[in-house]
């Protein structure tokens, strides 16, 4: 088969389309004869290297991809030849007290495709069977690759970590970033009103498409004095930040009392500061977040296929022109998701 494969760390060079043996599943596992990938930022990193954290190198990235299952290794079951499947990106050991209580990513052996183990920027994966998610019999290959990574991250964000209620106020930043361009619409689907912060006229035109309510230029002027003009002296009840120490400060000062800021990510840097005893005054919560459970994978699938939620996607790139996929990531010029066709 062929597959994409990164043995060293750096430019998009790095990228190479190689010939590999076709990989066999193994026990409870299933191989997927792939039509289309996505990318998320991590992607990017697994190329680029993240300082103080390894990747298995070599590896072949991807950590969301939409095929067909074409072999079933011993034990496989809940799924059968011939299915067409979105695929789960997180994998924990399935048996500790964290995966089978349902909160997966907290797994001492958590790892995520493309991450840990080779990912789905290939003509096949193999996975185990529980991450195979039933995709529509009408949806395109490259919307059934598009949302699981982007969608779980952001689900989980909303729903388990800050608890969005209906008749809140969130404040969701970089519109056009992958977990971001979903987070808006399940915000609005939650009943939020939603403010979300851009850096482009046309990001900010196409962030009020998909569902928010007020769009704010982050890159020039002061946009936390216009959030605040917008929600008032009260403030938001909510932040989505994975900018990271660009907006942190800001985003503490604008929550209401007990609000919360929860992020996934820290893409303008990893050291954040601010005045803690605002932190106490007001009873805010700052939340870490990475990734979800399966269970709210297959929440998720049922939301999709009946239509109340449906991935951006920002373009469409054959496997051949991988490194001008990866290059859309890097340049910030995408809204929402970057998808690989593979078949």
């Given at each position: 088969?062929?597959?994409?494969?990164?043995?060293?760390?750096?430019?998009?060079?790095?990228?190479?389309?190689e010939e590999k043996p076709?990989?066999?599943?193994?026990?409870?596992?299933?191989?997927?004869?792939?039509?289309?990938?996505?990318?998320?930022?991590?992607?990017?990193?697994?190329?680029?290297?993240?300082?103080?954290?390894?990747?298995?190198?070599?590896?072949?990235?991807?950590?969301?991809?939409?095929?067909?299952?074409?072999?079933?290794?011993?034990?496989a079951s809940g799924v059968?030849?011939?299915?067409?499947?979105?695929?789960?990106?997180?994998?924990?050991?399935?048996?500790?007290?964290?995966?089978?209580?349902?909160?997966?990513?907290?797994?001492?052996?958590?790892?995520?495709?493309?991450?840990?183990?080779?990912?789905?920027?290939?003509?096949?994966?193999?996975?185990?069977?529980?991450?195979?998610?039933?995709?529509?019999?009408?949806?395109?290959?490259?919307?059934?690759?598009?949302?699981?990574?982007?969608?779980?991250?952001?689900?989980?964000?909303?729903?388990?970590?800050?608890?969005?209620?209906?008749?809140?106020?969130?404040?969701?930043?970089?519109?056009?970033?992958?977990?971001?361009?979903?987070?808006?619409?399940?915000?609005?689907?939650?009943?939020?009103?939603?403010?979300?912060?851009?850096?482009?006229?046309?990001?900010?035109?196409?962030?009020?498409?998909?569902?928010?309510?007020?769009?704010?230029?982050?890159?020039?002027?002061?946009?936390?004095?216009?959030?605040?003009?917008?929600?008032?002296?009260?403030?938001?009840?909510?932040?989505?930040?994975?900018?990271?120490?660009?907006?942190?400060?800001?985003?503490?000062?604008?929550?209401?009392?007990?609000?919360?800021?929860?992020?996934?990510?820290?893409?303008?840097?990893?050291?954040?500061?601010?005045?803690?005893?605002?932190?106490?005054?007001?009873?805010?919560?700052?939340?870490?977040?990475?990734?979800?459970?399966?269970?709210?994978?297959?929440?998720?699938?049922?939301?999709?296929?009946?239509?109340?939620?449906?991935?951006?996607?920002?373009?469409?790139?054959?496997?051949?022109?991988?490194?001008?996929?990866?290059?859309?990531?890097?340049?910030?010029?995408?809204?929402?998701?970057?998808?690989?066709?593979?078949?």
């Amino acid at each position: 088969m062929r597959a994409v494969v990164v043995r060293e760390h750096g430019g998009l060079d790095r990228l190479v389309l190689e010939e590999k043996p076709l990989p066999e599943p193994g026990p409870c596992e299933v191989r997927i004869r792939l039509h289309a990938a996505a990318l998320n930022h991590l992607d990017a990193w697994v190329r680029k290297g993240v300082p103080g954290h390894s990747f298995p190198l070599p590896i072949t990235p991807g950590c969301d991809g939409a095929g067909v299952v074409d072999a079933l290794g011993p034990g496989a079951s809940g799924v059968a030849v011939g299915d067409r499947v979105s695929l789960a990106p997180g994998i924990g050991c399935g048996v500790c007290d964290a995966c089978t209580s349902g909160n997966d990513p907290l797994c001492r052996r958590y790892g995520i495709l493309g991450e840990t183990r080779d990912g789905t920027c290939a003509e096949a994966v193999v996975v185990p069977a529980r991450n195979c998610i039933p995709m529509p019999a009408s949806q395109p290959f490259e919307e059934a690759a598009a949302w699981p990574l982007a969608f779980l991250t952001a689900w989980h964000m909303l729903t388990r970590r800050v608890a969005l209620h209906p008749g809140e106020t969130i404040l969701i930043h970089a519109a056009g970033s992958g977990v971001s361009s979903a987070a808006i619409p399940m915000a609005r689907l939650l009943g939020a009103t939603v403010l979300a912060t851009a850096g482009s006229a046309a990001k900010r035109k196409k962030a009020l498409e998909i569902g928010a309510h007020h769009a704010i230029d982050y890159e020039t002027g002061d946009w936390s004095a216009e959030v605040r003009r917008i929600a008032g002296k009260r403030g938001v009840d909510a932040v989505v930040n994975h900018v990271g120490a660009k907006t942190f400060e800001s985003d503490v000062r604008l929550l209401v009392k007990g609000g919360r800021l929860v992020t996934c990510g820290a893409t303008s840097g990893f050291e954040m500061k601010t005045d803690f005893r605002l932190v106490f005054f007001k009873s805010l919560s700052i939340l870490g977040s990475t990734m979800g459970s399966l269970g709210e994978m297959h929440e998720l699938a049922r939301l999709v296929a009946g239509g109340s939620l449906r991935p951006t996607i920002d373009s469409v790139f054959p496997l051949e022109r991988i490194r001008d996929a990866h290059a859309r990531i890097d340049e910030r010029a995408a809204f929402g998701k970057v998808v690989v066709k593979i078949a």
